[in-house]
T-cell receptor, first 114, second 110 residues
Framework: AQKITQTQPGMFVQEKEAVTLDCTYD???????LFWYKQPSSGEMIFLIY??????QNATEGRYSLNFQKARKSANLVISASQLGDSAMYFC???????????FGDGTTLTVKP | DTAVSQTPKYLVTQMGNDKSIKCEQN?????MYWYKQDSKKFLKIMFS???????INETVPNRFSPKSPDKAHLNLHINSLELGDSAVYFC?????????FGSGTQLSVL
């Protein structure tokens, strides 16, 4: 069974600063994928970034980077230069064979302060 | 051009009614899903279809019946609605790695 743990229900960050959202996972699979999604107050789910378990380099997508530490089973999301529009709920998720049967964490609500 | 579109966006209905939510994707993906997000924002997969065939069926009451007339459509029919069915239902599709979500249907059962 897969499990995702996000220990931060809420986080605050000052505009233009960097913030790290924590995610740890548990799985017995050797091959898996890790994802982060953003859910703004409007409700849609927006894909941010993906890391494969065999990828040696940390994934980056613009201001988003995934700090993947396989031995520690962590996949933290780093958002650099926070913007007011980054205020949203962020979900960490993992899947084994395909993206569909993804297990989601409970989410972290990020608030960016001006 | 909306990639994954679901209708309606809001659905308010009485207990005991039957309702449907429709989903269509124009991405050419073979696999489509229904997810449920409850009031605490927990997201759980309900069903998955690959090219019109059911491949994932999580522990969901049989009042919920998905139907996929073709690989671009996956509809969700719910019979005898209960208060606990109130949630946001997301349709999603994928070609392999990334899930593309619809904008969600907020179902309120009164």
């Amino acid at each position: 069974a897969q499990k995702i743990t996000q220990t931060q229900p809420g986080m605050f960050v000052q505009e233009k600063e960097a913030v790290t959202l924590d995610c740890t996972y548990d799985t017995s699979d050797q091959s898996y994928g890790l994802f982060w999604y953003k859910q703004p107050s409007s409700g849609e789910m927006i894909f941010l970034i993906y890391q494969g378990s065999y990828d040696e380099q940390n994934a980056t997508e613009g201001r988003y980077s995934l700090n993947f530490q396989k031995a520690r089973k962590s996949a933290n999301l780093v958002i650099s230069a926070s913007q007011l529009g980054d205020s949203a709920m962020y979900f960490c998720a993992m899947s084994n064979t395909n993206a569909g049967k993804s297990t989601f964490g409970d989410g972290t609500t990020l608030t960016v302060k001006p | 051009d909306t990639a994954v579109s679901q209708t309606p966006k809001y659905l308010v209905t009485q207990m005991g009614n039957d309702k449907s939510i429709k989903c269509e994707q124009n991405l050419g993906h073979d696999t489509m899903y229904w997810y449920k997000q409850d009031s605490k924002k927990f997201l759980k997969i309900m069903f998955s279809y690959n090219n019109k065939e059911l491949i994932i069926n999580e522990t969901v009451p049989n009042r919920f019946s998905p139907k996929s007339p073709d690989k671009a459509h996956l509809n969700l029919h719910i019979n005898s609605l209960e208060l606990g069915d109130s949630a946001v239902y997301f349709c999603a599709s994928t070609s392999g790695v990334k899930l593309f979500f619809g904008s969600g249907t907020q179902l309120s059962v009164l």
